[in-house]
């Protein structure tokens, strides 16, 4: 619960200091003099928006801390320590505007965005405020508030992600799908190239054995003929030829026995080109003898060679290119293939979620039908003890018209009521007067707010346009409300103010420059003169305190 509240240079307070207690704690004071101020504040604390504005004029910043005892908030207690923020003491909420509009939050001390603010505070404060009536013309707000009462909010949650989830899984299928066509085509078409492709099966380096395999084979007869007439020049001329040349310029050389350096020299080269020439016969004599001029393989090797040319301009690539373009064929067609199984994956999730949809939104179904009567039934109770006496309230759920697996679940939920007995239920939009849907709201507010988990209300003049007994069973639903956790209550009704357990007096303190806003706790003579202002008005009367004072003690007894 709330256990203290500081607010420093907000707005027209300039320093504040509660300490608050379990129970119904009333604030009163008089118009303007800032009541609604302190829970302004307080929002704060809990990720609420602000801007420069709301800094006391003069000041350079507004500081606003709220703290919370957390014995009875275990929720609060779990998310404070998945994120290392918890402390042995009490929870520390602090939130700081400069007149720059620069905004700071801090939980324990520790910095953190606004949003970790509104989400921690929305664990430990629920806070009704005089407008929130005009949420019930809104069937969402009637959804919500009977999933709040049945405890069903997670497993609307549940609900809410399985329909989001078949959803996005619904379009990428027919995202997928809407192209299956073109992907067909494209596979018919890559699998034949792939065909034509691997029946060719050109391996590295081929096309360029091929080729001069080719060539030697079309040059065969004019090679053939060249390395005759080298044999012919070399050794066999009956003319003369090299070797017989080479041989009788030795004979005669070598004639001299004695040969100087120079002449010694010619020698050996002659005799090293004489060498080399027999060698160079020999080789061109196994040539000859084993080449193979078969026309049959020529004609092989050019059909091969024009299946590859055909194949590379079919496809528009040189023909060196060809087992790279495979390659690229190849990893396309495994992609088309990827999708196709893609397609059936996401057929396979879209059934699943599906089924887990229709289960949890079939178990939702359930716990709304339930709770709905026992909504129903209290909500009716409490609007005719507030004024209502003949009324009737009701909860219709009817089939929802959102299409496939709608988002909130299997049903539409609205409020139906009858203001006046004999009269047809119809929508709350429809029929309630604005008196007559303010009571409707507190009434809905208090009992949802029995259910709540959060043991901290807070009810901001929800009273407005209520007046006389109706103002006392008021007053009594909300003390009921504080007998089980802590409420604070900003009214202008003393049948209100007289059933606190704690009596808040917010006025304005003037000084001899500024005024300011201040807030005492009154005791028991100080409230009954308090409430007997707000019966009154400025001159209290016997009868007025006698009054107050009579009805103070029939609260508390």
Known sequence: MLVHLSVHNYAIVEHLDL???????VISGETGAGKSIMLDALGLTLGDRADSSVVRVGADKADILASFDLDDIPDARAWLAERDLDNDGPCILRRVIT????????INGTPCPQGDLKALGELLIDIHGQHEHQSLLKTDT????LDEYSGSQELARQVQLAAQRWRQTRQALERLSNTSDDQRARHQLLSYQLEELEALALEDGELEQLEHEHKNLANAEQLLGTCRQVLDMCSESDAGNVLSA??????????FQSQPGALGEAVNLLASAQIQVEEAVGELNRFLDHF???PERQQALEERLDSIYTLARKHRVQPPELPALQQRLLEELESLNADDEALERLSEELTAYARHYQEKATELSGVRQQAAEALAASVETEIQRLGMPGGKFSIALKPSADGEHPPHGLEQVEFLVSANPGQPLRPLAKVASGGELSRISLAIQVITAQTSRIPTLVFDEVDVGIGGPTAEVVGQLLRRLGERGQVLTVTHLPQVAAQGHHHLFVHKARGRDETHTAVATLQDHERIEEVARMLGGVDLTEQALAHARQMISTAQA
């Open 292 to 294: 193979d001029s078969d």
């Open 19 to 25: 300490e608050l207690q379990r129970g119904m704690s």
């Open 142 to 145: 009637h959804r919500r508030l």
């Open 99 to 106: 007149a720059e509009g620069r905004s700071r939050g801090y």
């Open 246 to 255: 080479l041989t009788s310029s030795l004979q005669r050389l070598t004639a």
